[in-house]
């Protein structure tokens, strides 16, 4: 069964800074690997997929890897500014969604 | 396109009452998954349906609860005779295809059960 692991599991930063969020999966046999964000008391935001024959993607500010035979993912955030204050999920798709725990990131003023 | 629904957005039960969660996917896509987020934990799946069939149950508790997705409405998660550990939030995700492609998240349900 799948595991996936997400480090820190909460960040605080100050504005402006960039930042990195691992995730990191067990079993490599996966189809994408997809991002989310979440706010407090909403649901899930698509932010990336990563498809398992790609290695990264971009979306303005936010650039995700993907590294299948480690077993890892990193969300890049640059410039970071407190509405990005959220916690994010990574997840491994195959038949299922296999989520992570998420990380809480805080961005100060 | 309306994105995925899901009502009630907070619902409160009694220990022993049933609970009927509501799903709605979006225009178009045939496949609906459910998920339970406890707190302070992750994402959990639950079920995975298409139209009446249910494809992949294996994340569902053994008792109390139960899925369908009908040729007419909505998907329902029913759980039966509620208790305080089933107080989560429930979220539905709906896609056009295959579970492999991207989800599309509904905002919740958020159950507690007193």
């Known amino acids: 069964k799948q595991e996936v692991t997400q480090i820190p599991a909460a960040l605080s930063v100050p504005e402006g800074e960039n930042l990195v969020l691992n995730c990191s999966f067990t079993d490599s046999a996966i189809y994408n690997l997809q991002w989310f964000r979440q706010d407090p008391g909403k649901g899930l935001t698509s932010l990336l997929l990563i498809q398992s024959s790609q290695r990264e993607q971009t979306s303005g500010r936010l650039n995700a890897s993907l590294d299948k035979s480690s077993g890892r993912s990193t969300l890049y955030i640059a410039a970071s500014q407190p509405g990005d204050s959220a916690t994010y999920l990574c997840a491994s798709t195959g038949n299922q969604f296999y989520f992570g725990t998420g990380t809480s990131l805080t961005v100060i003023p | 396109n309306a994105g995925v629904m899901q009502n009630p957005r907070h619902l409160v039960r009694r220990r022993g009452q049933e609970a009927r969660l509501r799903c709605s996917p979006m225009?178009?896509?045939?496949?609906v998954y459910w998920y339970r987020q406890l707190p302070e934990e992750g994402l959990k799946f639950m079920v995975y349906l298409q139209k009446e069939n249910i494809i992949d149950e294996s994340g569902m508790p053994k008792e109390r609860f139960s899925a369908e997705f009908p040729k007419e409405g909505p998907s329902i998660l029913r759980i039966q005779q509620v208790v305080r550990g089933d107080s989560a939030a429930y979220f539905c995700?709906?896609?056009?295809?295959?579970?492999?492609?991207?989800?599309?998240f509904g905002p919740g349900t958020r159950l507690l059960v007193l």
């Open positions: 225009k178009g896509h045939s496949h």
């Open positions: 995700a709906s896609s056009p295809d295959r579970p492999q492609e991207t989800q599309y």
